[in-house]
């Protein structure tokens, strides 16, 4: 069971919390149990989880990014965005949540963030369902 989702994200870099979006599409699986994998077909792009409960959070970790790998740098690339790149491979592009009744398992403050680098931008996360066999 897969599906894909759109994310229009509206800055250069941004953390946009995408979790809703995820359940809804487990929901529509009707799966209760198993792993919900993740996958983001970008190389500016990433995906990560971590707290959605202060929206400081995300905007701190946006900032600490721009910090650790600036937009101008003595980079090679032609294109001008090997910062993004670099902020990619830093995130990673693909992680997994276990299902358990229907429902993400989340810890309680985690939440699923898609991470725009090169924004802004219309992105896809692919979401594959994979349901446990004696479910
Ligand atoms: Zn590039």
Redo the contacts with the bound molecule.
């Keep these: 069971m897969s599906a894909t989702l759109r994310v229009k994200t509206s800055r250069r870099t941004e953390l946009l919390d995408i979790t809703r979006d995820v359940q809804r599409a487990i929901r529509e699986t009707g799966v209760q149990s198993g792993l919900c994998h993740l996958y983001v077909p970008h190389?500016?792009a990433g995906i990560t989880i971590n707290e959605n409960a202060d929206p400081d959070v995300p905007r701190d970790i946006e900032a600490a990014m721009d910090r650790l790998v600036p937009k101008d740098g003595p980079y090679k690339?032609y294109?001008g965005?090997?910062d993004?790149?670099i902020k990619s491979t830093l995130t990673g592009v693909s992680l997994s949540v276990e299902i358990d009744g229907g429902e993400l398992r989340l810890g309680h403050w985690q939440g699923i963030f898609f991470c725009e680098y090169d924004g802004p931008r219309q992105r896809e996360v692919r979401v594959r369902v994979v349901r446990d066999d004696l479910s």
């Design positions: 190389t500016t690339h294109e965005n090997a993004a790149h």
